[in-house]
């Protein structure tokens, strides 16, 4: 569908270019993910972090999952870790896989919190992956929800929920998982949230 305005200043949109430009712009836009609505902007842009967690009243201390196309946007965030533990993390991406990986001291702290790691994830969500590539940068991904309550599935929702506090909506459908991506500590190996049925006691090995 063509880009339109509605609810004021807020672009809802199918179009990927429409919505980067905001997001180049400094803007806090929502787009789908592998199962739910996100919120994200530019993780190195300190202002639109902040409109993030205000817009969804989530707590600083709690830092924010970051998700690419490409582990190298966020890489120099990252510190190196041994070869057998980011082969375990790589292994799981492209994928609905979040990772908390030891942060660098350069590591913005509005994206870490209170926390000395930062959740990263490379998706293999094609339309999480085109609108990384064309702002030319990871996002910052946080569902689409006030914290607490369920998160949004579609656009209708996101609208509902945030009728003028987003600069775009992109328009288009999730990626079909019924759940949001696992969290995992890619150094200790302990499930955070989704721990499959058959997952292995957490090791470093």
Not at 98 to 113: D, E, I, K, Q, Y
């Amino acid at each position: 569908m063509a880009a339109e305005a509605t609810n004021g200043r807020v672009l809802l949109s199918s179009d990927i270019g429409a919505v980067a430009d905001r997001i180049c712009a400094g803007g806090v836009v929502a787009y789908p993910t592998e199962a739910v609505f996100g919120i994200g902007c530019r993780p190195a842009d300190a202002a639109a972090c902040e409109r993030v967690l205000d817009i969804k009243g989530r707590e600083n201390a709690k830092g924010l999952i970051l998700v690419t196309d490409d582990l190298a946007r966020i890489a120099f965030w990252l510190e190196p870790i041994p070869e057998r533990l980011q082969a375990r993390a790589e292994a799981s991406w492209p994928g609905p896989h979040t990772w908390l990986w030891p942060a660098r001291g350069s590591c913005p702290p509005w994206l870490r919190g209170n926390h000395t790691q930062l959740a990263v994830r490379v998706s293999a969500d094609p339309t999480v992956r085109a609108l990384c590539a064309a702002v030319g940068s990871a996002l910052v991904s946080t569902s689409a929800n006030r914290s607490g309550e369920a998160p949004c599935r579609d656009a209708a929702c996101v609208i509902s929920v945030f009728p003028n506090q987003l600069d775009a909506i992109l328009d288009r459908p999730c990626g079909g998982l019924d759940q949001p991506s696992t969290i995992r500590d890619v150094v200790s190996g302990n499930w955070v949230r989704g721990a499959p049925a058959n997952a292995l006691p957490a090791t470093n090995e």
